[in-house]
């Protein structure tokens, strides 16, 4: 199976069939045009992943070609060759949107990876092609009115355009990946790589491999030189999820990355400078790990000048029903079922669930729930047991809701918990039931209604 379709455009014909040869030997296609017409044909009319462009030809000028490339928007890499490059024609060439440039004579080991990395590089670009049309057309984990939410939105909105780093905390399904592409999204840098790294699932033997590259022999296995996650970043932002379990060792020579904006491969002898903006995320207490010895404080502040909180589920619990909707009417779609109605008591089991889980498990259980039940009039008594079984214990809670959420039936662990959401909304706006009503999304004399069912009273100050 070929590894890409490579296309040389030299008017030397020997250096042209010995850089197809190569390739070849290597795996890769090859498509061979001897001159600016020729070239220009293939560009437009084959199905290219990458060129290599030399800049004098004898019928026209390569960067010319590489403008025209540009302006078409061509979907593949351009590497850029010459015998008689400057400095000023390199930083021409790349500012038309070259990937990389090549001086003649060119070095065997050179041409390799930059075919190699040149062309993961555009499988990433169109990858963070679809991923920021799949976030525009579902950014799931920013529906909802509360306050939690459109503060955090602000933020979002406030932070992208600048470089500040940014350490994103919370609890696991809370959404922090999604929040990590807003912001990268919504930057200058947008249409530059947004490269995600998961710390916790790459083993710390291989995990400098994987965020600075290495040389071909550095070690057992490394066949072939390949660039590191901060190298495919550059220009764009990198993503360091669950930065906590990241060993102290690896933290010192990111810590170097901050520092200095440049890294050696692992085998390597030289430094490689990057430009990239840095998001973490974690869903431990890092200055708790910091105090236990496990995370660098210097690491810590250099990663932490833009603190962003991600509040759980069962913090806004406003969000829930909007959220409830978006859901059903999703999976509702893609599974070509009827969109299901909720009842009264059916929306308060949604409500009252601790959502240990938060929204992962809110669409999870709402896709068991589209799959398993046909009914399109959702009662609580049809959802009782899949909540049942979707019960997790939840953290411990020094106000008491784990024993109301704990202890005694079903129905009476929905109406305490509704009583003491509703007592505390109450007690935190002077017992207004106007603006708590407002708050809660329910209509004023809903509210009423329920004080009074529950038992609440406003306690009597005189």
Known sequence: MS?????????????????????????????????YEEGKEAVFNKPIDLALLDILLPDGDGLELLKELAEKKRNFTVVMMSGHGTIETAVEATKLGAYDFLEK???LDKLLITVENGLRLKVLENENVKLREEVEKNRDDFIGESPAMKDLMRKIETVAPTNGKVLIT??????????ARAIHEKSKRADAP???????????ELIESELFGHEKGAFTGAHQAKAGKFELANGGTIFLDEIADMS?????????????????????????????????????????RVEDGKFREDLFYRLNVIPFHIPPLR?????????????????ANEYDRA??????SAMELFIAHPWPGNIRELKNLIERIIIMIPEDQLNFDMLEELFVQSRMPSRRDDSGLDKILLSGQYRDSVSNFERLMIERRLKSNSWNVTQT?????????????KMKGLGIQKPDIG
């Open 339 to 344: 969109f299901k109605e909720l009842s009264e």
């Open 3 to 35: 590894k890409g379709k490579i296309l040389i455009v030299d008017d030397e014909k020997n250096i042209t069939k010995s850089i197809s040869n190569i390739l070849k030997r290597e795996g890769y296609e090859t498509v061979l045009a001897y001159n």
């Open 194 to 204: 947004f490269i995600k790294v998961n710390c916790a699932a790459i083993p710390n």
């Open 248 to 288: 102290l060792d690896t933290q010192a020579k990111v810590l170097r990355v901050l520092q200095e904006q440049e890294f050696e491969r692992v085998g390597g002898t030289y430094s490689i400078q990057v430009d990239v903006r840095v998001i973490t995320a974690t869903n431990t207490d890092l200055p708790s």
């Open 170 to 179: 919370g609890e696991n399904g809370t959404g922090k990946e999604m929040v």
């Open 437 to 449: 009503a407002k708050e809660l999304g329910l209509e004023r004399s809903h509210l009423y209604k």
């Open 105 to 107: 004579p060119i070095s």
């Open 315 to 331: 913090e806004r619990l406003e969000d829930i029903p909007p959220l409830v909707k978006y859901y059903f009417e999703k999976f």
